[in-house]
């Protein structure tokens, strides 16, 4: 059984930064995606950020280029987004996903496993 456990959300003035970290547990993927999604309130799961990891290739939403970094550490089996310029639209909760596959990697459906989920607070 795979568990991931998201950490490093809270409350953030806009224009801040703040890194998030999810660890994953039970299994080491060694051929797989992890990513990022997050969900405001009364908004569906969307996409943020991916990272292919055996070859480390990134993809990012638009909405993220430029301002948020994923990045891993195999050693670890962790995953990291570090988020710059946070805007209030950014004020969310973020999940951290997992899958032997990398198949739909850019939408909810390509993830068999999830964290509980960390809330980032953006404050204007």
């Known amino acids: 059984q795979v568990q991931l456990v998201e950490s490093g959300g809270g409350l953030v003035q806009a224009g801040g930064s703040l890194r998030l970290s999810c660890a994953a547990s039970?299994?080491?993927?060694?051929?797989?995606?992890m990513g990022w999604f997050r969900q405001g309130p009364g908004k569906e799961r969307e996409f943020v950020a991916v990272i292919v990891w055996s070859v480390g290739t990134t993809y990012y939403a638009d909405s993220v280029k430029g301002r948020f970094t994923i990045s891993r550490d195999n050693a670890k089996n962790a995953v990291y987004l570090q988020m710059s310029s946070l805007k209030p639209e950014d004020t969310a909760v973020y999940y951290c996903a997992a899958d032997d596959s990398v198949r739909y990697i850019t939408t909810t459906r390509g993830y068999a496993y999830w964290g509980q989920g960390t809330q980032v607070t953006v404050s204007s």
């Open positions: 039970g299994r080491t993927f060694s051929s797989s995606a």
